[in-house]
Structure formats: structure tokens, C-alpha cells
């Protein structure tokens, strides 16, 4: 294999196939050993389909020698545990799933099976999807190949910590708390969440395969090595569900610009309760230098919200669609224990486990003055630039939520802080990209990201991929 690594971008590795520098037999292989080498110590990916990767490898060439010219023909790759692939366990980390086996593939993974991806195995991910880490009974727990005594980020951290380790060029995640752009940041990788509409989020939690679940804020979208490759994988698996293909076709449009200098870029203030590290805002402000020298309109500014209503709204929100499963009681009880904090998070958090009916749709209204409010702010702006997350990668932790909390520059700060930043493209469903920000002085991964207008997903990921001149993936020393 010419000029091919387990570090390759997945556009590197396809380029290579087509000019019939390597096979995908090699590249399988190749990652199948990558796989032995470090997984024993990262555990990012539990669930391995070895044989049925070389299987795939095998009928990719043959593929190929006929012709064929899938987009992801021939390529190894990961999805996320949680994702319905057919034979495989779906348990999202819940133990009484452990022995959920669908016996068909859900949406998104029949796009990428179509398009010629060859499985190399499903990743980690924490307990019902529902934290920045990757640790469950099921699975046990995923560690950051930049610093194992912290997290690789959640619920998408097998994905994020065997893309930077070099066990998969391309994953899929899913998204409705930062699960894509979190892992993406804590591990130097990109991430995209798409907008809402733009990807079926049907089979990304078992045991549901509805084409159109009940439920708001999620997306299944990629994580990657480049921004290049993002938007491969977005045009693979984008577009309408099963029935609404039969009229309704997605045509995003091409970025609004093609070099930085066209940019209008607003770089968001900092939220006054819950102010980033000082490395992170060091990492916004180098990077609106950057833009501005490129060219870039830059300026400081947002969509006209109440952050702490806005915040409080999609937590009530959040907290309503996962909590769905459990039963009255265990709703009332978990609603007591945190108002029974007194922290005004944590009240907002218990009113969504109670909400109404009429209080849900006051909700949606909410969600779609949001979304106008968005799409006035993108007349006069193309991206808005922000931290991903309030500080890079921390050390694992344990307990109940509500309990947790993080030290940002000697300070304590709720754990809950954690979804300060990702939520602003989540509750309107705004397109946002996730790129590398540089390392802090501890030599942690800093991620920002790029959120962007509604239905135009190659906007961010286009300027996050003019960002690669200004920092972009680099592997962990040990791992290297």
C-alpha cells in the first residue's frame, strides 16, 4: 500500500483504492491489526465483526474490478453500538438490552452498507446514551488515547477514541446532547451534527425501527478525520426516510463560500454562567485572528436569547424525550431528587420529566421561534463560532449526575456545564461541525465548533475544512 496508513483520511484511503494503489482487503486488514494492537487497552471498539469485514473486503474488489464506483466502496469503518445493524447487539449500553439482536439493518446503516462500507465493528458507548463518556456495565469503559485517566467524550467516545487511535477512518454517531461533537473534541477529530431533518434518526436506540421516532433534537450524523471526509459520509446517508423518498428529494446547497476571505463569521460571547476555560477562549480568539487575516468579516455576536431561558427550555425538553421509558413514579422520584439541589438547572431538568401536554407544545413553539430567530441571524452571518465544549477532556468520573461536577481553571462548576455549548445548535436543529482547536498547555485536544443555517450542512463543514491551514487532526503521542 503506497502512501497508506491506519492515520490516512477516508478520501485518502478511497483515492487510493480507485487508483488501484492498494485493495480493500489490505485496508481491512490493516485495521484489523490496528484493532489488536491497541484496542486491549482503549476498549473503544467491544463489538468486532473481523469476518465479516473481510467478507465485505473481498466483495468490494471484486466490485470494484467490475466497475463499480459506490462512493464508500471498499472502505473499512465503524457505527456506533446503539445503531441497528442486522446480527449485531443494539443494547445502547442498557443491560436488559444486552441481548436486543435486530435481524434488519436500520436506515442509516443500509445507506452505508449500499454504499460499499466494509464493518469493522460497533463502538462504546455509556448507559442509555446518556453521558460525555463511554462506560456502561455492558461494555465497560472507553479511555482517551490522548490521556487514558480521561474521558473520550460521549455517547459517541468508542467512535472518537478508535477514529484518533487510528482503528477507523469514518464512524457514525448520534446526537441529541453534543454525543457527536463532545467525542470529537475530547479526541482531536471532527464531528458533524447535521441538521435535524437532513438524516433519518430512526434504529439509533434500540429497540425502536420507526422511520420517524418520537422524538425531537436527535440525529445520527459522522465523525471523521478531516472535514473532507464528514461530508462524504453525509452524502451517503442524507436524505428523506422510507414513504417520504417517494416525493420528497434533500438537495442541500453547496457552501455559501469557497475560501475564507468570503466568510462572515460571528464568534459567540462568552455565556456569563458558564464561561469556557481560558485555554478554550485562547483557542476562540486565535482562531477569529486567523479567519480575519484570511479575510473573514469577523465580529462578536448571537441570535437575541435569553442563554439562560434558551438553556433551561432545551433541558426541559431533553429531559422529557429520555426520559419517555420510565414510569410515572420513577419520574416523580428522579424529578424530586433534583429540585431537592435547589440549583435552577437542576429544576428545569425536573420540570421536563413532568411536563404536560400544553407545556410540550408551548415547547415547540419555543423551538420554532428559535429557528426564525436563527435564520435572521444567518441573513447578516455564515457561521457562528463557539467551544464545543466548556474545557477539554476530563477525568473520569462516576456517581449521579446531579452529583458530579468539573474544575475548569481551579474552579468547581456543575457537570451539566458540559452541554452549555452543544445545546445552542440542538434545540432550533442547526447544522454544526466540530473541529480541532489546537492543544491546551496540558496537551489536551481543544474543539471548537461551527454552527451554521438551517438545511446548509456544507457551509460549517466547507469552514471547518479552510480551518485544516490553522490546526486539524494530529494523532496522540502514543499512539502515533
Not at 468508542?158 to 463532545?182: K, Q
Not at 436524505?239 to 462572515?264: I, K, T
Not at 466547507?462 to 496522540?476: D, I, K, S, T, Y
Request: glycine fraction near 10%; hydrophobic fraction near 40%; charge should be negative.
Amino acid at each position: 500500500m503506497r502512501n497508506i496508513g491506519v492515520y490516512s483520511t477516508a478520501t485518502e484511503m478511497l483515492d487510493a483504492l480507485a487508483r488501484g494503489d492498494t485493495t480493500s482487503v489490505e485496508l481491512v486488514e490493516m485495521h484489523l491489526e490496528r484493532i489488536e494492537q491497541v484496542d486491549g487497552e482503549l476498549n473503544a471498539i467491544p463489538v468486532r465483526t473481523p469476518e465479516r469485514a473481510r467478507d465485505a473486503a473481498r466483495a468490494a474488489d471484486r466490485r470494484r474490478a467490475d466497475g463499480d464506483t459506490a462512493p464508500l466502496l471498499g472502505l473499512p469503518l465503524t457505527l456506533k453500538e446503539s445503531t441497528r445493524v442486522a446480527g449485531l447487539p443494539q443494547s445502547a449500553g442498557i443491560p436488559e438490552s444486552a441481548g436486543h439482536v435486530p435481524d434488519t439493518d436500520g436506515i442509516v446503516a443500509g445507506r452505508v452498507f449500499a454504499a460499499g462500507g466494509c464493518l469493522l465493528g460497533t463502538t462504546n458507548i455509556p448507559f442509555a446514551l446518556s453521558d460525555w463518556q463511554a462506560d456502561s456495565a455492558v461494555y465497560g469503559r472507553t479511555l482517551n488515547p490522548w490521556d487514558t485517566s480521561r474521558s473520550p467524550g460521549g455517547s459517541t467516545g468508542g467512535g472518537g477514541a478508535a477514529l484518533a487511535a487510528g482503528m477507523t477512518p469514518l464512524e457514525i454517531g448520534s446526537d441529541i446532547g453534543g454525543s457527536i461533537r463532545v467525542p470529537a473534541a475530547f479526541c482531536g477529530v471532527y464531528g458533524h451534527r447535521p441538521t435535524e431533518t437532513a438524516i433519518p434518526r430512526s434504529a439509533s436506540m434500540p429497540p425502536h425501527d420507526l422511520d420517524n421516532p418520537a422524538a425531537i433534537m436527535g440525529v445520527q450524523g459522522p465523525l471523521a478525520r478531516s472535514a473532507a471526509d464528514l461530508e462524504l459520509m453525509f452524502d451517503v446517508v442524507a436524505g428523506p426516510v422510507r414513504l417520504e423518498d417517494r416525493a420528497w428529494r434533500l438537495e442541500v446547497p453547496p457552501a455559501r463560500h469557497e475560501s475564507l476571505d468570503g466568510f462572515r463569521v460571528a464568534v459567540m460571547p462568552d455565556i456569563p454562567f458558564a464561561s469556557p476555560s481560558r485555554a478554550m477562549r485562547a483557542a476562540v480568539a486565535d482562531l477569529a485572528d486567523f479567519v480575519s487575516d484570511a479575510g473573514a468579516v469577523v465580529g462578536e455576536a448571537m441570535p437575541p436569547f435569553d442563554a439562560e431561558q434558551y438553556f433551561h427550555d432545551y433541558l426541559a425538553t431533553l429531559m422529557l424525550i429520555t426520559t419517555q421509558g420510565l414510569s410515572e413514579e420513577q419520574r416523580r422520584r428522579a424529578a424530586e431528587r433534583m429540585q431537592a439541589t435547589g440549583d435552577p438547572t437542576d429544576a428545569a431538568r425536573a420540570r421536563g420529566m413532568m411536563l404536560s401536554a400544553t407545556e410540550f407544545l408551548r415547547l415547540l413553539d419555543r423551538r420554532e421561534a428559535a429557528r426564525r430567530a436563527w435564520g435572521e441571524f444567518f441573513e447578516h452571518w455564515d457561521v457562528l463560532v463557539c467551544p464545543t465544549a466548556i474545557d477539554a477532556a476530563f477525568p473520569h468520573t462516576d456517581g449521579r449526575f446531579e452529583e458530579r461536577t468539573l474544575e475548569i481553571d481551579g474552579e468547581t462548576v456543575p457537570y451539566h456545564h458540559m452541554v452549555v455549548y452543544p445545546m445552542w445548535a440542538i434545540f432550533a436543529g442547526q447544522p454544526a461541525t466540530a473541529f480541532p482547536g489546537g492543544l491546551d498547555p496540558r496537551g489536551l485536544p481543544l474543539g471548537l465548533q461551527a454552527i451554521g443555517p438551517y438545511l446548509e450542512d456544507r457551509t460549517p463543514m466547507r469552514f471547518a475544512a479552510l480551518l485544516e491551514a490553522w490546526n486539524g487532526f494530529v494523532p496522540p503521542p502514543a499512539y502515533a
